[in-house]
């Protein structure tokens, strides 16, 4: 009965989800005492703060959120673009310079942007260059490995057809391929401004500025008034991110936009620019060229921190429960969300009908859209309200948080399909669960389990997020090393968090291997 690859990963998969909720315990969990100030954050959701002078630091904190997107975003397709051509065979064979350049890719994307900021503040200070390499590099580095991918995987006739004539790597890359991708580096370029909108929130935490930054500033004071003003203006910016992505991605209104959208790029990093005063000679001033060496050498070589190494196989165990039990929440909340927000593959049958079918679908819309605007530790800090201090604030907020992205992307992948299937059960009279259970589900399953075996490998370098809050894990430990300016102690935690990244990397390839 387990000699099937499929069985041993779903019996093993069942473990690892039952240890999990093991590590984390289920006793003691909820705090009722918070459940005055969890429901008062909800209610104040009606009564936003509307006045004029808050209003103005909202749409400037928007701008500022809004602009360090942009400048991310085209960093990351500049090194994406240049690291794809040391990484790509296409354009250096399989030789030493395209492991090592694969190599030295792997890092920045095994590493979340919110630790890359902590660690350039300490150099750079707060200054907006902080905030655009963060996203801009480990961005970067995947968005290389993404491109390289499609111009390895691309028709290569072209490509062939002018080697044979003698032209160079590159000049065949640029005429036999490039033109067969160049729609898709577009969409996706879109698709990073829209991760960028996300992480430029969360940045703000760190105290970079940002939407991010005032909703800090708004919780410590409790004012779930203004909060719920920047969440709104949160919703308002990454639905818009949402929605020119899915634009790009299906093709719509991009169709011959080859002459004006490099211009429209220009001068959105023009306006992005100038909106954070950007400057970039502070990356070779005087404080830095200091500072760089002396916090190069506080870092290495890496070390234990107070607690040796039991503290640490704690935290990396606590971690890994972490992601597992966020992975679960946010598949299932994802699932649930998808299944309101989409597209069915049949209409209703009468007027009626098709209102309440289009309310479901904004309904679910919306709530998706607010799981995933609203970073990760907002929610942490609200769930430690009613939540006792552990690993379940952190795995329900990042739980929350990825339901919002997943819903979003199992509803595109169900909407994709042709929808025979579930037709046939909906003319053979099965309810809502049995459209689900034989129509809906068996046609988008290979796509489903793709998008949450992809996410659940975000998922661990997601953690730190939760953890800078003090939710528990790598993060948390991490917090305290900084806190204490144990930089040593920093790196050997960054180290494994790396180990973490990387490890499940290779477990999500193996699980898709298993599952083709």
Same mark, same amino acid.
């Given at each position: 009965?387990?000699?099937?690859?499929?069985?041993?990963?779903?019996?093993?998969?069942?473990?690892?989800?039952?240890?999990?909720?093991?590590?984390?315990?289920?006793?003691?969990?909820?705090?009722?005492?918070?459940?005055?100030?969890?429901?008062?954050?909800?209610?104040?959701?009606?009564?936003?703060?509307?006045?004029?002078?808050?209003?103005?630091? !909202?749409?400037? &904190? #928007?701008?500022?959120? +809004?602009?360090?997107? =942009? %400048?991310?975003?085209? *960093?990351?397709?500049? /090194?994406?673009?240049?690291?794809?051509?040391?990484?790509?065979?296409?354009?250096?064979?399989?030789?030493?310079?395209?492991?090592?350049? !694969?190599?030295? &890719? #792997?890092?920045?994307? +095994?590493?979340?942007? =919110? %630790?890359?900021?902590? *660690?350039?503040?300490? /150099?750079?200070?707060?200054?907006?260059?902080?905030?655009?390499?963060?996203?801009?590099?480990?961005?970067?580095?995947?968005?290389?490995?993404?491109?390289?991918?499609?111009?390895?995987? +691309?028709?290569?006739?072209?490509?062939?057809?002018?080697?044979?004539?003698?032209?160079?790597?590159?000049?065949?890359?640029?005429?036999?391929?490039?033109?067969?991708?160049?729609?898709?580096?577009?969409?996706?370029?879109?698709?990073?401004?829209?991760?960028?909108?996300?992480?430029?929130?969360?940045?703000?935490?760190?105290?970079?500025?940002?939407?991010?930054?005032?909703?800090?500033?708004?919780?410590?004071?409790?004012?779930?008034?203004?909060?719920?003003?920047?969440?709104?203006?949160?919703?308002?910016?990454?639905?818009?991110?949402?929605?020119?992505?899915?634009?790009?991605?299906?093709?719509?209104?991009?169709?011959?936009?080859?002459?004006?959208?490099?211009?429209?790029?220009?001068?959105?990093?023009?306006?992005?620019?100038?909106?954070?005063?950007?400057?970039?000679?502070?990356?070779?001033?005087?404080?830095?060229?200091?500072?760089?060496?002396?916090?190069?050498?506080?870092?290495?070589?890496?070390?234990?921190?107070?607690?040796?190494?039991?503290?640490?196989?704690?935290?990396?165990?606590?971690?890994?429960?972490?992601?597992?039990?966020?992975?679960?929440?946010?598949?299932?909340?994802?699932?649930?969300?998808?299944?309101?927000?989409?597209?069915?593959?049949?209409?209703?049958?009468?007027?009626?009908?098709?209102?309440?079918?289009?309310?479901?679908?904004?309904?679910?819309?919306?709530?998706?859209?607010?799981?995933?605007?609203?970073?990760?530790?907002?929610?942490?800090?609200?769930?430690?309200?009613?939540?006792?201090?552990?690993?379940?604030?952190?795995?329900?907020?990042?739980?929350?948080?990825?339901?919002?992205?997943?819903?979003?992307?199992?509803?595109?992948?169900?909407?994709?399909?042709?929808?025979?299937?579930?037709?046939?059960?909906?003319?053979?009279?099965?309810?809502?669960?049995?459209?689900?259970?034989?129509?809906?589900?068996?046609?988008?399953?290979?796509?489903?389990?793709?998008?949450?075996?992809?996410?659940?490998?975000?998922?661990?370098?997601?953690?730190?997020?939760?953890?800078?809050?003090?939710?528990?894990?790598?993060?948390?430990?991490?917090?305290?090393?900084?806190?204490?300016?144990?930089?040593?102690?920093?790196?050997?935690?960054?180290?494994?968090?790396?180990?973490?990244?990387?490890?499940?990397?290779?477990?999500?390839?193996?699980?898709?291997?298993?599952?083709?």
């Amino acid at each position: 009965m387990i000699r099937s690859p499929r069985r041993r990963l779903a019996i093993a998969g069942v473990l690892v989800v039952a240890w999990s909720v093991g590590r984390a315990g289920i006793i003691d969990v909820v705090n009722s005492a918070g459940a005055p100030a969890f429901a008062r954050f909800w209610r104040d959701a009606l009564s936003p703060d509307l006045s004029q002078e808050f209003v103005s630091l !909202t749409i400037e &904190a #928007t701008l500022t959120t +809004a602009a360090y997107a =942009i %400048l991310g975003s085209a *960093l990351a397709i500049v /090194v994406g673009v240049f690291g794809a051509l040391l990484i790509s065979e296409r354009t250096v064979g399989s030789g030493v310079v395209r492991r090592l350049s !694969t190599v030295a &890719a #792997t890092v920045p994307r +095994a590493v979340h942007e =919110i %630790l890359i900021a902590l *660690l350039l503040v300490q /150099v750079l200070g707060f200054d907006p260059i902080v905030a655009v390499l963060a996203i801009g590099v480990p961005f970067g580095a995947v968005t290389a490995k993404v491109y390289a991918d499609a111009l390895d995987d +691309a028709d290569r006739s072209g490509y062939d057809a002018l080697r044979a004539s003698g032209a160079g790597r590159l000049t065949a890359v640029a005429y036999g391929i490039a033109p067969r991708v160049r729609g898709e580096f577009v969409s996706y370029g879109f698709y990073r401004l829209e991760c960028a909108m996300r992480s430029a929130a969360v940045l703000g935490i760190v105290g970079v500025g940002g939407l991010g930054f005032q909703l800090d500033v708004s919780f410590e004071s409790l004012r779930y008034d203004e909060i719920w003003t920047l969440i709104f203006a949160l919703m308002v910016l990454s639905g818009s991110a949402d929605a020119v992505s899915s634009l790009s991605r299906r093709g719509g209104g991009f169709r011959g936009a080859g002459r004006w959208l490099p211009l429209a790029g220009l001068a959105a990093v023009a306006w992005s620019w100038w909106e954070v005063g950007l400057d970039v000679s502070v990356l070779w001033s005087p404080r830095t060229l200091e500072r760089a060496p002396e916090f190069l050498d506080d870092m290495f070589p890496p070390r234990l921190g107070p607690g040796g190494w039991s503290e640490l196989w704690s935290a990396t165990i606590d971690t890994i429960a972490l992601a597992v039990l966020a992975t679960v929440i946010a598949t299932v909340l994802g699932i649930v969300g998808a299944a309101n927000s989409r597209r069915r593959a049949i209409g209703p049958p009468h007027g009626f009908g098709i209102v309440t079918d289009g309310i479901r679908r904004a309904v679910g819309r919306v709530v998706l859209l607010l799981g995933r605007a609203v970073p990760a530790p907002v929610w942490a800090f609200l769930f430690v309200l009613v939540l006792y201090p552990g690993i379940w604030p952190g795995a329900v907020a990042l739980g929350v948080y990825n339901a919002g992205v997943l819903g979003r992307l199992y509803a595109e992948a169900i909407e994709a399909n042709p929808g025979d299937a579930e037709r046939a059960a909906l003319l053979s009279g099965a309810r809502w669960w049995g459209r689900w259970t034989y129509g809906v589900i068996p046609a988008a399953a290979p796509r489903l389990v793709s998008l949450t075996v992809y996410r659940s490998e975000v998922l661990v370098r997601e953690t730190i997020v939760i953890g800078v809050v003090g939710a528990g894990g790598l993060g948390q430990l991490l917090r305290d090393d900084l806190a204490a300016r144990d930089f040593a102690a920093v790196t050997g935690v960054v180290l494994v968090l790396i180990a973490l990244a990387v490890a499940a990397d290779a477990l999500g390839r193996m699980v898709r291997r298993i599952l083709r």
